[in-house]
């Protein structure tokens, strides 16, 4: 896997931080997800519940929750450690994310205040120093009995496995959109403006069963699913 | 982008207001506003180059720049695709557009007719 550090300098040498948009023309692929099917049948016989999202803002999603009567905080994590600010030098002088500022800015929520949060892919592609500050914190504010689902890629995927968006379509259905990370449009020294396009996140790591199993270890119970696509799908209970 | 129609109050991009505002009547804000904003019964438009650090209580509300406080809005809320909200919304009805980024929660509240 490339270093994050360098794919971070190299995004934010001399620019104002990325922008998230869908891939133009993006194709939305569909995938059945067995995890939100057992999830789906929590929300679908619950009322009021309170669902974490930490995908990219998405209007699907926000618009199925709040029909069914819930409430739903949307937070993009991927978006917000991009930021500049987060970088800062280890012991050993190596270019790191700083995990105390990112949980100050983000994620800052009352004590179990979630019945559900939604990963989605966020652990595949967020920085290493992040993960296990952002799964301590997601234990915090998850409810006893709640439940978080998260999407990890197989050592099949591909070291080049594109970071997708996910929207809910109904039941056990999501629509997965290619992210791609567009910086803004400068003018350059001869007056030509450019915007430069780069590919979405890159894959940081791929976890095995053990590994995710001590990711989440606080957790009260973990369940496993596999599908064809080379992802695991995780449902962990607090 | 969609222009202010004429007879609507304006804040334009070079002002900025520090303080709380009120109205009875429809503003379209494209400058910087901290504080709050209060426009109960009447519509708030953040334009492209709009800027508000403030809580927003109003009947109607579209945010096409950026929001950084509560929204509590006793008809809709419209988030555009240029749309950058950070807050909690409170709403009867929502409409966010793809693009549109928020950071914060949306509760609706529908009020029987």
Not at chain 1, 52 to 67: K, M, Q
Not at chain 1, 112 to 131: G, I, K, M, T
Not at chain 2, 69 to 86: F, H, M, P, W, Y
């Amino acid at each position: 896997m490339s270093s994050v550090s360098q794919n971070f300098m190299k995004l934010f040498r001399g620019s104002s931080g990325p922008e998230t948009i869908p891939a133009q023309g993006s194709q939305k692929l569909t995938r059945r997800s067995s995890g939100l099917g057992e999830l789906s049948r929590l929300w679908e016989s619950a009322e009021d519940l309170c669902i974490l999202d930490l995908g990219s803002t998405s209007p699907a999603n926000i618009r199925h929750f709040t029909e069914g009567g819930h409430r739903i905080y949307s937070e993009d994590l991927l978006t917000a450690s991009t930021d500049p600010e987060l970088l800062t030098k280890d012991e050993q002088g190596s270019i790191v994310l700083d995990s105390r500022k990112f949980l100050a800015d983000n994620l800052v929520y009352p004590a179990a205040r979630f019945d559900v949060v939604l990963c989605w892919n966020l652990p595949d592609y967020l920085d290493e120093s992040l993960v296990k500050p952002v799964v301590g914190r997601l234990w915090s504010v998850l409810k006893p009995g709640g439940m978080l689902l998260a999407f990890f890629h197989t050592r099949d995927a591909g070291p080049d496995s594109p970071c997708h968006r996910f929207h809910i379509v109904g039941g056990d259905t999501l629509e997965m959109q290619k992210i791609v990370l567009r910086r803004e449009a400068r003018r350059g020294p001869t007056g030509a403006v450019h915007t430069a396009i780069s590919d979405g996140f890159q894959l940081q790591r791929v976890f095995n069963n053990r590994h995710i199993e001590n990711l989440f270890h606080d957790f009260a119970s973990i369940k496993f699913f596999l599908a064809r696509d080379n992802i695991r799908e995780v449902l962990v209970v607090r | 982008m969609s222009a202010p129609a004429s007879g609507l109050a304006q804040i334009g991009k070079s002002v900025f207001i520090k303080g709380e505002l009120s109205g009875s009547e429809d503003l379209y804000l494209d400058g910087q506003v901290e504080g709050s904003i209060a426009l109960k019964g009447n519509s708030l438009t953040v334009g492209p180059n709009g800027q508000v650090k403030a809580s927003v209580e109003a009947k109607g509300v579209v945010v096409q720049g950026k929001l950084e406080g509560n929204i509590q809005a006793s008809d809709r809320v419209e988030l555009r695709k240029s749309a950058v909200v950070t807050g909690d919304i409170i709403t009867q009805r929502i409409s966010i557009e793809e693009g549109a980024y928020l950071k914060g929660k949306v509760d609706i509240h529908r009020t029987d007719k």
